[in-house]
Nanobody, 119 residues
Framework: QVQLVESGGGLVQSGGSLRLSCAAS????????MGWYRQAPGKQRELVAIITAGGTTNYADYVKGRFTISRDNAKVTVYLQMSSLNPEDTAVYYC?????????????WGQGTQVTVSS
C-alpha cells in the first residue's frame, strides 16, 4: 500500500519560514519524481515545486528564490523549505509521487498539510 505522509505545516507569521516533509512508503522512491502542490480555498490545485528522480528541480515562478525542494532517498523523504512566507502562500500543501514507465503513469498523493501565513 502506497502512503505519502506530509508533516510540518502550521501557522506562521508573514516573513517566516517552515519546512514541510513527506515520507513515502510502498513505492520505489528513487524512481519517482516528487512534487509539492498547493490548493488555496476556492482555487485549483497548483504546482509549487518538483524534483526529478535525478535531482533536477523546477519551481513555480511565485516561489522561486523563496522555496527549496530537496529529497533524501535514504530516508524516502522529500522536503520543501519555505522562507519569506506571505499570506498568499496560505494553502493546503500536498505531496505527489509520479512515475511514467512504458507509457503508464503512476501518481500518488498525500493527505495534505495546512500552511497558514498571518499578516
Amino acid at each position: 500500500q502506497v502512503q505519502l505522509v506530509e508533516s510540518g505545516g502550521g501557522l506562521v507569521q508573514s516573513g517566516g519560514s517552515l519546512r514541510l516533509s513527506c515520507a513515502a512508503s510502498g513505492i520505489r522512491f528513487p524512481l519517482y519524481a516528487m512534487g509539492w502542490y498547493r490548493q488555496a480555498p476556492g482555487k485549483q490545485r497548483e504546482l509549487v515545486a518538483i524534483i526529478t528522480a535525478g535531482g533536477t528541480t523546477n519551481y513555480a515562478d511565485y516561489v522561486k528564490g523563496r522555496f527549496t525542494i530537496s529529497r533524501d532517498n535514504a530516508k524516502v523523504t522529500v522536503y520543501l523549505q519555505m522562507s519569506s512566507l506571505n499570506p498568499e502562500d496560505t494553502a493546503v500543501y500536498y505531496c505527489n509521487a509520479h512515475k511514467t514507465w512504458m507509457a503508464v503513469d503512476s501518481d500518488y498523493w498525500g493527505q495534505g498539510t495546512q500552511v497558514t501565513v498571518s499578516s
